[in-house]
């Protein structure tokens, strides 16, 4: 399989402060890949340094077959990136944004008008295109906002916890969207705090205090922690907890 993400021995330091500790990690094009961790464990600055958006203190990475030491900007054209806080203008309708961040991207008029058709498409929005974003409900949004993070047919997409606030029924329906996706070739690399979630990854690493003290399936982390869910996984984890 295509590795279309690879760390060694990854490490970010702030002065005295290791954020991130010597994580070592691959993931496949097509995969559906869990960062998860508590508050502090270190997944967010392991984000930023993967996206190009943070330098690393020593080690190696490899993203969409780009070093990010020396080739930030490239990552930046081969990646998506939906952050966990809304990022769309709301005061724009969604035909203009979708148009607004075609542009950013690069593509040309044709493939603008040939994108927003397939997408307005995909999540039924024609009769909604000329409404303001503001007028969506959120579940609605965030599908927007993760469409427009694959615009440009980026080889990964890192969402940063994108189903927060959420209902479960618009949970599940983002989660098709993210496996229709995956099946189509592009990597996910999903941050999450709701372990059910977790369930759905094809395999999930979990940060503790800056280190990866977990990486493998869900059901082989659960026969290994002796555990009937993720959550449980997750708890023994945060606690110490030995596998043995």
Known sequence: MEITIVTDNLT???????????????????????????????KTTAIRILCGLLHPTSGKAEVAGFDV????????????????????YEDLTIRENISFYSTVYGLSDYQIKEKTEQLLTRLQ????????????????????????????????????EPTG??????RRQFWDLIYETADEGTTVFVTT?????????DRISIMVDGKIEALDTPDILKSQ????????????????????
């Open 165 to 170: 606030g959420v209902d479960p029924i618009t």
């Open 225 to 244: 922690f002796k555990a009937a869910t993720m959550d449980e996984v997750f708890y023994k984890l945060a606690r110490g907890t030995s596998t043995k």
């Open 193 to 201: 705090h709701y372990m059910d979630e977790a369930e759905y990854c």
């Open 69 to 88: 030491f020396k080739h930030t900007e490239k990552i930046k054209k081969n990646i998506g990136y939906m952050s966990q806080k809304f990022s769309l």
């Open 12 to 42: 970010k330091t702030f002065g005295a402060f290791t954020a991130v500790d010597h994580i070592s990690f691959e993931v496949q094009k097509g995969e559906i890949f869990g960062f998860l961790g508590a508050n502090g464990a270190g």
């Open 125 to 160: 929005l024609h009769s909604e295109a000329d409404k303001l974003v503001h007028s969506l409900p959120l579940g609605w949004k965030q599908k927007l906002a993760f469409s427009l993070a694959l615009i440009h047919d980026p080889k990964i997409v890192f969402l940063d």
